[in-house]
């Protein structure tokens, strides 16, 4: 059997030709990268959870009419995906103060925001990943003023759903990015949600503790960054609990 195509390998996932035009497989490694790849490790069983924790986040999104790029789960690390042609932009909506915000404006990590703020950051490793303003995006032609109000609105939803999801499950999401990419049908393109949300894409507190659920576990070494993510899937029903737990059969007297 020929071996199937490779598209393009990124830090995280790797993009194979999919079976039929217009489609990729999106295949999820356990590879960890932060601070621009400086930090690299490799955590066995990420990929996998970051696969049906999108898939799940996803298929939720898909449910409440925000169209996403994925069609179906394939196997424990990968997902059959529509091509799109992504939008060099990085979408960050933020609910809480941290990360490179609390930084930039001296802000202390945990301040509630009194409305979500979203930010674009134009995506070149080289350049790191710069912060740009809605006017920089429109003359350098990276998406159109119409692009830009879908995006914000995309963005927001995501935000909302998301939020209340885990809110549900005891964790507050702090912030997230999302990346956004073209579908051309004909002479029209649709904007729609690619690439993956998971938990090295989010900041996620336990609302009691505030203990950290997120990549930041790896950015500083934290802990271990598997259990979280394990738990985080383990709240939202993603993954059955850990055998030896109150959920398995139990004793009939
Ligand atoms: N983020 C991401 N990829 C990036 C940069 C940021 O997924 O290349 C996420 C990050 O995990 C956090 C949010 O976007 O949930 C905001 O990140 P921030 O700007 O605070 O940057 P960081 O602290 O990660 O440098």
Redesign the pocket.
Known sequence: MARRRMIYEGKAKILYEGPEAGTIVQYFKDDAT??NAEKKAVIEGKGVLNNMLSEHFMIGLGGIGIPTHFIKRLNMREQLIKAVEVIPL?V?V?NVA??????RLGIEEGTPLSRPIV?F?YKDDSLN?PLVTEDQIVAFQWASPQDLDEMVTMALRVNDFMSGLMFGVGIKL????IEIGRLFDGDYQRLILADEISP????LWDIETGRKL???IF?HDLGDLADAYTEVATRLGVMPKKSGGSTGPTLVK
């Open positions: 932060a601070f990085e960050v933020r941290a990360g490179s915000m609390s930084k930010e950051y990943d702090v912030d997230f990015k090295d894409s989010c900041r997120d990549k930041d950015r």
